[in-house]
């Protein structure tokens, strides 16, 4: 469960793990927040999809191995 703004890569890193909104926008936040207040279902949906993408993609043996992968091309 996160808000992220919506800046640079950002929304390719959050995927739909996450509800993006403006930057300097304060009602859009107010709103972002409001709806996870109030929606135990979605806190946990948005929860999981980040964890997976977590351990997926963001970990650090994820890492490794692309790091090894590109130095086996050079």
């Keep these: 469960m996160s808000s992220s703004d919506l ?3 950002i929304p ?3 995927g739909n793990a996450g509800l993006l909104i403006a930057p300097n926008d304060s009602n ?5 927040l409001s709806t996870l207040v109030a ?3 979605l806190r946990k949906a948005l929860g999981k999809k980040a964890r997976e ?3 997926t993609e963001l970990s650090n043996k994820v ?3 692309r790091i090894l992968e590109l130095l ?3």
């Design 53 to 55: 993408r977590a351990v």
């Design 72 to 74: 086996s091309r050079v």
């Design 63 to 65: 890492y490794a191995q």
């Design 39 to 41: 929606d135990a279902e």
């Design 28 to 32: 859009a936040i107010v709103e972002a």
């Design 7 to 9: 800046v640079g890569g």
């Design 12 to 14: 390719l890193i959050m």
